[in-house]
Nanobody, 123 residues
Framework: QVQLVESGGGLVQPGGSLRLSCAAS????????MGWFRQAPGEQRELVAA???????NYADSVKGRFTISMDNAANTTYLQMNSLKSEDTAVYYC?????????????????WGQGTQVTVSS
Protein backbone atom coordinates (compact mmCIF):
# COMPACT_ATOMS: atom_id res chain seq x y z
CA GLN A 1 0.00 0.00 0.00
CA VAL A 2 0.88 3.65 -0.24
CA GLN A 3 0.73 6.38 2.36
CA LEU A 4 0.72 10.14 1.80
CA VAL A 5 1.65 12.56 4.56
CA GLU A 6 0.87 16.23 4.07
CA SER A 7 2.14 19.15 6.11
CA GLY A 8 2.49 22.91 6.00
CA GLY A 9 -1.03 24.26 6.22
CA GLY A 10 -2.10 26.97 8.61
CA LEU A 11 -3.37 30.49 9.08
CA VAL A 12 -1.73 33.33 7.18
CA GLN A 13 -2.57 36.94 6.46
CA PRO A 14 -3.41 38.12 2.94
CA GLY A 15 -0.22 38.63 0.98
CA GLY A 16 1.62 36.05 3.03
CA SER A 17 3.21 32.75 2.04
CA LEU A 18 2.94 29.10 2.96
CA ARG A 19 4.70 25.98 1.75
CA LEU A 20 2.89 22.65 1.62
CA SER A 21 4.64 19.33 1.37
CA CYS A 22 3.42 15.82 0.60
CA ALA A 23 5.57 12.73 1.03
CA ALA A 24 4.59 9.39 -0.48
CA SER A 25 5.85 6.11 0.94
CA UNK A 26 5.13 2.40 0.73
CA UNK A 27 5.11 -0.07 -2.13
CA UNK A 28 5.88 2.48 -4.83
CA UNK A 29 7.33 1.24 -8.07
CA UNK A 30 7.28 4.57 -9.86
CA UNK A 31 5.47 7.89 -9.75
CA UNK A 32 3.93 9.39 -12.87
CA UNK A 33 2.76 12.70 -11.45
CA MET A 34 1.93 14.51 -8.22
CA GLY A 35 -0.53 17.31 -7.72
CA TRP A 36 -2.45 19.52 -5.36
CA PHE A 37 -6.19 20.02 -5.31
CA ARG A 38 -8.27 22.21 -3.04
CA GLN A 39 -11.83 22.29 -1.83
CA ALA A 40 -13.52 25.28 -0.24
CA PRO A 41 -16.76 24.92 1.74
CA GLY A 42 -19.69 24.39 -0.61
CA GLU A 43 -17.41 24.12 -3.62
CA GLN A 44 -16.17 21.27 -5.77
CA ARG A 45 -12.63 20.02 -5.46
CA GLU A 46 -10.44 21.71 -8.06
CA LEU A 47 -6.96 21.24 -9.43
CA VAL A 48 -4.45 23.78 -8.17
CA ALA A 49 -1.21 22.51 -9.68
CA ALA A 50 0.34 19.31 -10.96
CA UNK A 51 3.79 18.14 -11.93
CA UNK A 52 4.95 15.13 -13.89
CA UNK A 53 8.22 13.36 -13.21
CA UNK A 54 9.37 14.82 -16.53
CA UNK A 55 9.09 18.23 -14.92
CA UNK A 56 6.09 19.41 -16.91
CA UNK A 57 3.74 21.50 -14.77
CA ASN A 58 0.14 22.61 -14.97
CA TYR A 59 -1.50 25.38 -12.93
CA ALA A 60 -4.99 26.69 -12.40
CA ASP A 61 -5.34 30.15 -13.92
CA SER A 62 -6.21 31.56 -10.49
CA VAL A 63 -2.79 30.66 -9.04
CA LYS A 64 -0.45 31.23 -11.99
CA GLY A 65 2.39 33.51 -11.03
CA ARG A 66 1.74 33.06 -7.31
CA PHE A 67 2.09 29.31 -6.66
CA THR A 68 4.97 27.03 -7.63
CA ILE A 69 4.87 23.24 -7.58
CA SER A 70 8.03 21.17 -7.39
CA MET A 71 8.97 17.55 -6.86
CA ASP A 72 11.87 15.73 -5.26
CA ASN A 73 11.85 12.51 -7.26
CA ALA A 74 14.31 10.73 -4.98
CA ALA A 75 12.19 11.49 -1.92
CA ASN A 76 8.80 10.95 -3.59
CA THR A 77 7.81 14.34 -2.25
CA THR A 78 6.02 17.28 -3.80
CA TYR A 79 5.96 20.85 -2.57
CA LEU A 80 3.59 23.72 -3.21
CA GLN A 81 5.03 27.15 -2.55
CA MET A 82 2.17 29.60 -2.19
CA ASN A 83 2.95 33.32 -2.31
CA SER A 84 0.76 36.42 -2.37
CA LEU A 85 -2.03 34.47 -0.76
CA LYS A 86 -5.58 35.78 -1.04
CA SER A 87 -8.68 35.10 1.01
CA GLU A 88 -10.08 33.12 -1.90
CA ASP A 89 -7.22 30.66 -1.54
CA THR A 90 -8.77 29.49 1.73
CA ALA A 91 -9.58 25.79 1.41
CA VAL A 92 -8.55 22.30 2.38
CA TYR A 93 -5.63 21.33 0.18
CA TYR A 94 -5.25 17.70 -0.86
CA CYS A 95 -2.22 15.99 -2.34
CA UNK A 96 -2.76 13.46 -5.12
CA UNK A 97 -0.27 10.99 -6.54
CA UNK A 98 -0.53 9.01 -9.79
CA UNK A 99 1.77 6.03 -9.51
CA UNK A 100 2.47 2.36 -10.07
CA UNK A 101 2.09 0.23 -6.94
CA UNK A 102 4.37 -2.78 -6.64
CA UNK A 103 2.14 -5.69 -5.62
CA UNK A 104 3.38 -9.30 -5.37
CA UNK A 105 1.10 -10.08 -8.32
CA UNK A 106 2.59 -7.29 -10.39
CA UNK A 107 2.34 -3.56 -11.00
CA UNK A 108 -0.95 -1.68 -10.76
CA UNK A 109 -1.48 1.95 -11.71
CA UNK A 110 -3.40 3.78 -8.99
CA UNK A 111 -3.88 7.20 -7.53
CA UNK A 112 -3.89 8.11 -3.87
CA TRP A 113 -5.09 11.12 -1.88
CA GLY A 114 -3.62 12.74 1.19
CA GLN A 115 -5.68 13.48 4.28
CA GLY A 116 -5.93 17.18 3.48
CA THR A 117 -4.45 20.23 5.17
CA GLN A 118 -6.32 23.42 5.98
CA VAL A 119 -5.09 26.70 4.54
CA THR A 120 -6.81 29.80 5.88
CA VAL A 121 -6.00 33.26 4.55
CA SER A 122 -7.44 35.91 6.80
CA SER A 123 -6.49 39.12 8.56
Amino acid sequence: QVQLVESGGGLVQPGGSLRLSCAASGSIYSINAMGWFRQAPGEQRELVAAIATSGNTNYADSVKGRFTISMDNAANTTYLQMNSLKSEDTAVYYCNVDLYVDYPEGLLRSDYWGQGTQVTVSS
